[in-house]
């Protein structure tokens, strides 16, 4: 196991195990356009730094996520952009979490905020990826992201240029 500390955060992570799963998963799978846009997003690698850091650190590609979803978006989506919820599963075990009561009694510790996101970690209690190796985390990610696909954001039902 190798041992990684983030914000008050510090997981074992399974790094063969991890590396293993990653080889051979393909990228976030859905075809709709918010998680198309997210996966446009994170292949040409315009996700914050840090993350990208983090994810590099844990040989994860960004777009091979293990869920993804644009939770919502507002008149103002154009300025702030599209507020997304993303994980990548993680083999291995959270040992530490930051000191707060915030998601006391859940499976997640509390959100870390950092420039351009919020980080937790945790387990979800839901089967994202059912042969993934036993034990496991999720790093969970909270962060607005620009809309850069060719359509609007809505659906195919209006024009790219429509409020």
Not at 93 to 118: D, I, K
Not at 142 to 162: A, F, I, Q, T
Request: aromatic share 12%; glycine share 6%.
């Amino acid at each position: 196991m190798t041992t990684f500390s983030w914000y008050g955060y510090a997981a074992e992570v399974d790094m063969p195990a991890t590396r293993a799963w990653y080889a051979q998963a393909g990228d976030w799978s859905c075809t709709c356009g918010h998680c198309r846009n997210f996966l446009a997003l994170a292949k040409e690698r315009r996700l914050p730094a840090e993350l990208l850091n983090i994810l590099d650190s844990l040989s994860v590609p960004p777009e091979k996520a293990t869920y993804v979803c644009e939770l919502y978006h507002d008149e103002s989506w154009r300025e702030k952009g599209l507020l997304y919820q993303v994980q990548w599963r993680l083999a291995g075990a959270v040992v530490q979490t930051p000191e707060s009561r915030e998601n006391e009694g859940t499976f997640w510790g509390p959100p870390v905020q950092l420039p351009g996101f919020h980080l937790m970690l945790g387990h979800e209690t839901f089967p994202v990826e059912p042969d993934f190796p036993e034990p496991n985390f999720d790093l969970n990610v909270s962060l607005y992201l620009p809309w850069v696909l060719d359509e609007h954001v809505d659906g195919p039902g209006k024009r790219k240029d429509e409020p």
